[in-house]
């Protein structure tokens, strides 16, 4: 997490330190990523960048969460439309992500962290539906909104293992996408043929 010096930056500075620190974690996975090259591209001393963020590590996650929080309100927008139907929600998100424009915020980023995927990585795309982060704004929102009544299961607890096994697809569908550099239309296929083996259920 950002140190509070790095909220308390003037906006203009704080988003020029953002793009330097997304355009280098574009460029290489974050083991290869290079302070020197954000300081520079962001224009501060190389002391300053330790007075925003523990290490490189800290700024990485930091800024791979915002924007994985700005495809969760995408999420929320879809769970709406669709009634509370969490296939239709999750179908829609995967779709929307397939068709962000490589010109758009984080699309590199992403992209990149998804090549370079680790268990930390998927941490954060997972960790909204954690039963273990009950507490978080997000899944508050999101929990009350998904139609348990079409789901086949019996608690809580059943519910939320659900929820993991359909993120842990999502995310595992988005990886394939770029690490076999599948076409959209291929990896939307399969995504869809999944999401309705999951929604049907495995077991005659």
């Known amino acids: 997490m950002p140190k509070l010096t790095f909220f308390n930056l ?4 704080r988003n020029k330190l953002i793009k330097a620190a997304e355009a280098e974690f574009s460029r290489v996975p974050l083991s290869q990523a290079s302070i020197s090259n954000i300081v520079k591209a962001a224009e501060i001393p190389r002391g300053s960048f330790y007075q925003y963020f523990e290490n490189k590590e800290d700024a990485y996650y930091f800024l ?5 929080n700005k495809r969760q309100d995408k999420f929320i927008a879809s769970l709406n439309k669709y009634n509370g ?3 239709e929600a999750f179908k829609e998100l995967f779709q929307l992500m397939l068709e962000e424009k490589k010109t758009e915020d984080g699309y590199n980023f992403l992209k990149n962290a998804l090549l370079n995927v680790t268990h930390e990585i998927e941490d954060v795309f997972t960790r ?3 039963e273990k982060q009950i507490d978080s704004n997000k899944l508050k929102e999101i929990t009350p909104l998904i139609n348990k009544d079409c789901l086949n299961i019996s608690g809580e607890e059943e519910f939320y293992h659900i929820i993991q096994i359909i993120t842990s697809v999502t995310f595992r569908n988005l990886v394939e996408k770029y690490t076999r550099n599948m076409s959209k239309e291929e990896a939307l296929e399969n ?3 999944e999401m309705n083996l999951l929604k049907k259920g495995l077991y005659k």
């Open 64 to 68: 791979l969460e915002e924007q994985w």
């Open 85 to 87: 139907d969490i296939f």
């Open 191 to 193: 995504f869809v043929i």
């Open 128 to 130: 909204i539906f954690d």
């Open 10 to 13: 003037p906006e203009i500075k």
